[in-house]
């Protein structure tokens, strides 16, 4: 019974770690266009923006993500077996990546606080897309388990990845031709 507990919070706080992971990049991108603003309208902007990362942050996607963790664990601990079988190690693999993706997303958000940050808005869309790709592989390889699958899902997220970034290149076109500024 303890077992089906974790799950579920497990499930619960994973939806909640990637909503987290969803908008911090969107409000990256809006933060990064607020530089083209007039310094005090950049300044008021900077700031506003500054304190919606940190609270979402803070109070939403690091919890939710240690919280995912240590929830996992406990699966693991109760049903060691599971580290023993093939999709398990995929899947702990691919979350290796999203944890990574967790902290850079961090350091970003630290370089646009300190007024650091070299990131295009462009750059950031792209990088918004990659907790996308990594959320679907987790989701194909847990759901589908064997590795004939697997070679499928693989297929199907490197063409997922393909066809998100033509949209980004076609939502960059379409802003510019209405006259926005892109980058």
Not at 79 to 92: A, D, F, I
Not at 101 to 122: G, N, V
Request: glycine residues 6%.
């Amino acid at each position: 019974m303890l077992y089906l507990y974790a799950k579920a919070i497990h499930i619960i706080f994973v939806i909640c770690w990637m909503a987290g992971l969803f908008y911090m990049p969107r409000l990256f991108v809006y933060h990064t266009e607020a530089k083209d603003r007039p310094g005090s309208e950049y300044q008021v902007l900077h700031k506003q923006f500054s304190i919606m990362e940190n609270r979402l942050w803070w109070v939403i996607t690091t919890p939710s993500m240690y919280i995912t963790v240590v929830s996992a664990l406990l699966m693991l601990y109760i049903n060691p077996g599971l580290l023993s079988m093939g999709w398990m190690q995929m899947k702990l693999l691919f979350v290796g990546g999203m944890v990574f993706y967790h902290f850079k997303t961090q350091h970003i958000m630290f370089q646009l606080r300190d007024e650091r940050s070299i990131w295009t808005s462009a750059k950031l869309r792209m990088w918004n897309e990659v907790s996308t790709i990594l959320l679907f592989a987790i989701v194909f390889v847990v759901v589908l388990k064997s590795a004939l699958n697997w070679i499928f899902g693989v297929l199907g997220l490197l063409g997922l990845t393909i066809v998100l970034m033509l949209l980004v290149k076609a939502y960059k076109i379409y802003r510019k031709n209405k006259g926005e500024k892109v980058d």
